[in-house]
């Protein structure tokens, strides 16, 4: 509001100046009309009394022209006198005239002065005698100025109440439009300033009009989305360097692990063996009570369990390259449907097979993604602990890699699809790193689907995961096929 002040002192100093101007001008001017009125009527007076009384004078004598002048000065507001010149002082006619004026009448000339100042102050004429050679009688009219200095008060009253009720006017509406036009879009500006200031990129200013002040806030909008954008790129920026370090420090930490996970494997591996062996010999005996025939089974099957462990963590770490050959994933799907049925059955589980129409063949490592289809249709199986239908289905479709703009290509697809748990969204984008499970302790190691989606890609291709809460998930697995290849082996 400050600034609507200054503005509203500015333009009220310039309304008064320029008032207080037009009035004095005005009253100058009825001043002036007034005095020339008055000099006019006085003038014209002394002329037509300086003729009249030269020829009352020259024919009816001195007397005459006194009763003359008497009658005219009787309720007239001009006043007229017979005076001469050269006469003393001590001579009802004698009058005081500075040597000027006198040689202004001697020459025939009228001479119009002012006597007296404020109140009593008169215009006075001087016009000699007519045909009077030397100029010896002068006749003198001459009028109050009192009703001019009346009238100059009046008006210059009248100017004083005139000019305060403009300046109360000129303040008022100055205040109201100051502050609509100025001092309220002025608050907004710094208003939106502070808020900028303070963080706040989202709010927008709107002024209406086509002002600069309305100009200014359309630049602070702009700027504001500008800035806005700016640190939602350097967020994103940052964000992305903190999550590449982090994942150089989780490959640091894995390659760690794996490192430790395959010496560990390579020590355990002949214990296990043995313990197995052991296990199973134990379990055969026939003269061995059933009770601990039933323990040797138990001491088996965990054997088993922790020599599936220790290759799954061997695979990680030291994944050898694949051997890709020409082939139908037909025949590694059954193998796999038949090597789990079993477990399958155990759990409740149905493992259902669409009959394959249009089976493409693909380049591939038999036993990695044999090794791949047991993963996920175990998982399908641990993803239904109540039991239920397990899915799978082959078939040739086109479709377009996620990292590669190239375009659509033939590619071999292999849907494995179960009704269980599902994945929650905020683990999905986890699902494929390593040592990341949702399983109970004891159901996973967190590699499985890593060692999936490495031999996946090794292949050529890539693995797509749509999975809905409580309704179960659907993994798909795109292969190319051997025409996208050409034919030719990467082994």
Known sequence: MRLARKLVLAVVIGILLVVVAYDYSAVRNDIRDAETRIADDVATRGYGLSVTLSQVVRDSG?????????RRNQGDRVTIRWVALDVPPTDKRAVDLSPESVNELRQGRPVRIVRGSGRGARLVVYRPFVGQKPVHDLAEASESLDPIQEHQRRRIAGVAVESGVILALAIGAALVLGYRLVGRPVQALAAQARRIGGGDLSQRLELGGHDELSELATEMNIMSERLAGARDRLQAESSAKLKAVEQLRHADRVATVG???SGVAHELGTPLNVVSGHGSMIAGASEAREEDRESARVIVE????????IRQLLDFARRDRARLESGELTSVVDRTVTMLGSLAAQRGVEIRVAPAADVTP????????QQVVANLVLN???AMPKGGPVDIELGAVRCTPPKDASGERDCLRLTIADQGTGIAPEDLP???EPFFTTKDV???TGLGLSVCQGIIEEHGGWIAVDSVVGTGSRFSVYLPAVAERGGESTA
């Open 430 to 432: 986890h699902i494929f």
């Open 362 to 369: 693909v380049r591939m490592d038999q036993a990695q993604l």
């Open 442 to 444: 004891g159901e996973g």
């Open 380 to 382: 399908a199986i641990q």
């Open 62 to 70: 001195s007397e005459a022209a006194e009763a003359l002048i008497a």
């Open 302 to 309: 965990q054997a088993a369990r922790m020599a599936a462990i």
């Open 259 to 261: 490192r430790l996970a």
